[in-house]
């Protein structure tokens, strides 16, 4: 069955560092996401991208955010300065582009800890 | 603020046990999607409801979609072990079906 795949699984970095996660969403899908999980929270929408832009990002996605696909297969995100409220789990899903309910598929996540 | 409410937060039974999780919220939504999450992983997609009053079934698991699209139930019957886990909710707007709205989940324990 088709999958996502995120790395690394696990990152830890110093405050102020960047940080790059990367994500190989599935192959015929045409939207990404980036969702983010700090412990003990609600799962968080950070960005969708389509058609090799931004379609949508939320007030969490400031300057220090940035998503990029570099060719046809990776999709990654970018935390420039890393803050110690960074720390979370980061996940990479994609869908389909389709109308009605939208499907998405997950990632197992990149776990971020800044210290 | 959109907001979806999941309750119980924590649910332990024993196995064999029927038990039911809520998903609520003041705001309509167009589908709701339940997922459940193992730790260490990401959420998987169990089902998505798109029709008030719509109700799925997924072996031992039934979902519900509310009449009016503000909440959603999930009853499992004779609860196993391997169905232990974090249950979550996530809502699409309406106009809006690719950001989804989460709830905090249902942590649920099945003891043998």
């Known amino acids: 069955e088709p999958e996502v795949t995120q790395t690394p699984s696990h990152q830890v970095t110093q405050m102020g560092q960047e940080v790059i996660l990367r994500c190989v969403p599935i192959?015929?899908?045409?939207?990404f996401y980036w969702y983010r999980q700090i412990l003990g929270q609600k799962v968080e929408f950070l960005v969708s991208f389509y058609n090799n832009e931004i379609s949508e990002k939320s007030e969490i996605f400031d300057d220090q955010f940035s998503v990029e696909r570099p060719d046809g297969s990776n999709f990654t995100l970018k935390i420039r300065s890393t803050k110690l409220e960074d720390s979370a789990m980061y996940f990479c899903?994609?869908?389909?582009?389709?109308?009605?309910?939208?499907?998405?598929?997950f990632g197992a996540g990149s776990r971020l800890t800044v210290l | 603020t959109q907001l979806l409410e999941q309750s119980p937060q924590f649910l332990s039974i024993q196995e064999g046990e029927n038990l039911t999780v809520y998903c609520n919220s003041s705001s309509v939504f167009s589908s709701l999607q339940w997922y459940r999450q193992e730790p260490g992983e990401g959420p998987v997609l169990l089902v998505t409801v798109v029709t008030g009053g719509e109700v799925k079934k997924l072996k031992r698991l039934t979902f519900q979609f509310g009449d009016a699209r503000k909440d959603s139930s999930l009853h499992i019957t004779a609860a196993q072990p391997g169905d232990t886990g974090l249950y979550l909710c996530a809502g699409a707007w309406a106009g809006n079906n690719r950001k989804l709205i989460w709830g905090l989940g249902t942590s649920l324990a099945v003891n043998p």
């Open positions: 899903a994609s869908s389909e582009m389709q109308s009605g309910a939208n499907v998405l598929t």
């Open positions: 192959s015929n899908h045409l939207y």
